[in-house]
T-cell receptor
Framework: ELKVEQNPLFLSMQEGKNYTIYCNYSTTSDRLYWYRQDPGKSLESLFVLLSNGAVKQEGRLMASLDTKARLSTLHITAAVHDLSATYFCAVDMWGRETSYDKVIFGPGTSLSVIP | EPEVTQTPSHQVTQMGQEVILRCVPISNHLYFYWYRQILGQKVEFLVSFYNNEISEKSEIFDDQFSVERPDGSNFTLKIRSTKLEDSAMYFC????????????FGDGTRLSIL
C-alpha cells in the first residue's frame, strides 16, 4: 500500500524567511499534486507535477518532483502571513505502469507565518 | 469559473440512520471521487468513479457505503447505517481527464453523527 509522508508536520516561520517542505512516498509514481487548505475550507490545487524533474513556480511557492528518489519539495521563498495554511502533497497512482484511479494524500504540513 | 458543489454543507444525523451526501461535479468532468477528512487529520481516499462504475475503493469504503450517479449531473455518497466514527468532512472531487488535470474539490459536507 502506498505511504505518503510529509516533513515537517508543523512549521512556524518568520515572515521573510525561506523554508522547504518535503514529501516522500513509498511506491513508483510520476504524478504528484500539492494542495493548500485554509482552516474549515476546501482544498485548493497549487501544483500538478507530472514527470521526473518537473518544477513549477507560482509566486513565493516552488514545487519539484524527483520520481527516482520518490521525493517532492515545496519551497517557500520570503514567506508572508497570507501563506499560513495546511499544505498537502498527494500522490496519484494513475500512471504509465499502473492505472489505479486513486490519489493518496500525505498528512499535511501546518504552516504558520509569524509577522 | 465552474465549481464542484456539495449539499448540504452540514448534516446532523442520529447513529444508525442512513445519510446521502450530494455532489454536482463540473459539467464536462468524467472522473469523480469522494474523500473524507476527520477533523484536523489527513484527507483519506474513499472511492473513484468513472463511466458509471466504481474504479477503485479504499478499505474504509465497506458495505455500508455506496455511490451513484442517478442522472447526468449528480454524484451521491450514501452511508446506510451511520456510526459515530463516520463523523467527518466529506469532499467530492472531479476531473476532466487523467492526463494533466488536477482534481477540483467541492467545499465539503460536514457530517456529524450523534
Amino acid at each position: 500500500e502506498l505511504k505518503v509522508e510529509q516533513n515537517p508536520l508543523f512549521l512556524s516561520m518568520q515572515e521573510g524567511k525561506n523554508y522547504t517542505i518535503y514529501c516522500n512516498y513509498s511506491t513508483t509514481s510520476d504524478r504528484l499534486y500539492w494542495y493548500r487548505q485554509d482552516p474549515g475550507k476546501s482544498l485548493e490545487s497549487l501544483f500538478v507535477l507530472l514527470s521526473n524533474g518537473a518544477v513549477k513556480q507560482e509566486g513565493r511557492l516552488m514545487a519539484s518532483l524527483d520520481t527516482k528518489a520518490r521525493l517532492s519539495t515545496l519551497h517557500i521563498t520570503a514567506a508572508v502571513h497570507d501563506l499560513s495554511a495546511t499544505y498537502f502533497c498527494a500522490v496519484d497512482m494513475w500512471g504509465r505502469e499502473t492505472s489505479y484511479d486513486k490519489v493518496i494524500f500525505g498528512p499535511g504540513t501546518s504552516l504558520s507565518v509569524i509577522p | 469559473e465552474p465549481e464542484v458543489t456539495q449539499t448540504p454543507s452540514h448534516q446532523v444525523t442520529q447513529m444508525g440512520q442512513e445519510v446521502i451526501l450530494r455532489c454536482v461535479p463540473i459539467s464536462n468532468h468524467l472522473y469523480f471521487y469522494w474523500y473524507r477528512q476527520i477533523l484536523g487529520q489527513k484527507v483519506e481516499f474513499l472511492v473513484s468513479f468513472y463511466n458509471n462504475e466504481i474504479s477503485e475503493k479504499s478499505e474504509i469504503f465497506d458495505d455500508q457505503f455506496s455511490v451513484e450517479r442517478p442522472d447526468g449531473s449528480n454524484f451521491t455518497l450514501k452511508i446506510r447505517s451511520t456510526k459515530l466514527e463516520d463523523s467527518a468532512m466529506y469532499f467530492c472531487a472531479s476531473t476532466e481527464g487523467r492526463s494533466n488535470q488536477p482534481q477540483h474539490f467541492g467545499d465539503g459536507t460536514r457530517l456529524s453523527i450523534l
